[in-house]
């Protein structure tokens, strides 16, 4: 019932674009976030939003080139990421929270997460 579907990643060149979409289930009034990981680091916090949309962080690496929105009546969530770059290149992971609908950047404060989907940037 509670679930998260991911879907847009795919291969982009350097200052490319690319949006990835979210679908929510199961879950109302949640705050909603993207974090990323490369293979074999650590996920990274990207950008979250809260419910009413009323505040968005991001991380200093994307600000300016990754927006993020919602539409909260469709229970979806985009990413949209410009002027890509290689370090951008991970997989990418929607999460929700079933607790707050206050935008957080701890990844420990979501506990709804996507499959993932991978992003990769080419030089």
């Known amino acids: 019932q509670v679930q998260l579907v991911e879907s847009g990643g795919g291969l982009v060149q350097a200052g490319g674009s690319l949006r990835l979409s979210c679908a929510a289930s199961?879950?109302?009034?949640?705050?909603m976030g993207w974090f990323r990981q490369a293979p074999g680091k650590e996920r990274d916090f990207v950008i979250t939003?809260?419910?009413?949309?009323?505040?968005?962080y991001y991380a200093d690496s994307v600000k300016g080139r990754f927006t993020i929105s919602r539409d909260n009546a469709k229970n979806t969530a985009d990413l949209q990421m410009s002027n890509l770059k290689p370090e951008d290149t991970a997989v990418y992971y929607c999460?929700?929270?079933?607790?707050?609908?206050?935008?957080?950047?701890?990844?420990?404060?979501?506990?709804?997460w996507g499959q993932g989907t991978q992003v990769t940037v080419s030089s």
């Open positions: 939003i809260s419910w009413s949309g009323a505040t968005i």
């Open positions: 199961g879950l109302s009034r949640y705050a």
């Open positions: 999460a929700a929270s079933s607790r707050y609908a206050i935008a957080d950047t701890r990844a420990e404060m979501y506990d709804i």
